[in-house]
């Protein structure tokens, strides 16, 4: 993969699903509720100053009962924990994870 370009989509891998539960709170903060389902399906990532994780997250069982993630984790010497910048919700397990 070439800086700043996108990986293929991989499963979520249990260090993913970490990431995901570390901006949960904000997420609900955002969506002004609480999610009994935040299971991580799949991610794609891109190399920046640090790196931009995009996950495909479970939130109920509903069609549209998914969200996109993209949370960014600074580069391990600046001690940050991951940070939640933005997410498009109503997604599908179909959508594909892109860029936003």
Known sequence: ???????????????IQHIADQVKAEFERRQNRTFDIFQAIVYRTQVVAGINYFIKVQISDSYTGYVHLRVFQALPHEKQGPSLVSYETGKTRDDPLNYF
Do not use: H, I, K, R
């Open 1 to 15: 993969m070439e800086p700043g370009g996108l990986s293929e989509t991989q499963p979520a891998t249990p260090e």
